[in-house]
């Protein structure tokens, strides 16, 4: 067997608690996320040239990349707390810097838009949940585990 597998929980995920101002240090892990779901939406261009005979081509001209997470909102904890306020708010109030550490040691990071949809709620004898989604905005930086 060649190479490594990873459970999903060795993914590490940050945000900048203070948007957009957001230095190193303000970089904070999101405490009880349960569940995260990155998306990647290529634009694709497709024309269908007279030389082809009918046939087809296409390019990728685009990219937009996203993540819907979930877990429990958890009080007290500065990452979620932040989350879970930014429910209320809109615009540039909602942007924010974003970090992805994957299992292998590479770190995607990216301004942000962060769109909360559910800051908390839930069956009277469950927990609070939070429910929200992150979007890049514009190209993300990827540093490679090796760097």
């Not at 405490?31 to 694709?44: T, V, Y």
């Amino acid at each position: 067997m060649n190479g490594t597998v990873y459970p999903v929980f060795s993914n590490k995920f940050k945000i900048g608690v203070k948007g957009l101002l957001s230095e190193p240090e303000d970089m904070k892990i999101i405490a009880n996320l349960e569940n995260f779901a990155p998306a990647i939406e290529g634009g694709i261009e497709e024309w269908n040239p007279m030389e082809a005979e009918g046939w087809g081509d296409a390019m990728m001209t685009s990219k937009k990349l996203s993540f819907s997470f979930s877990g429990k909102r958890t009080y007290g904890d500065e990452g979620n707390d932040y989350v879970a306020g930014l429910a209320w708010k809109s615009g540039n109030d909602v942007l924010s810097k974003f970090e992805w550490e994957l299992p292998s040691g590479t770190k995607i990071n990216f301004d942000c838009l962060i769109n909360v949809s559910t800051p908390g709620g839930g069956d009277s004898t469950a927990l609070d949940t939070l429910e929200f989604e992150i979007y890049c905005k514009g190209k993300p930086n990827v540093i490679p585990a090796s760097a």
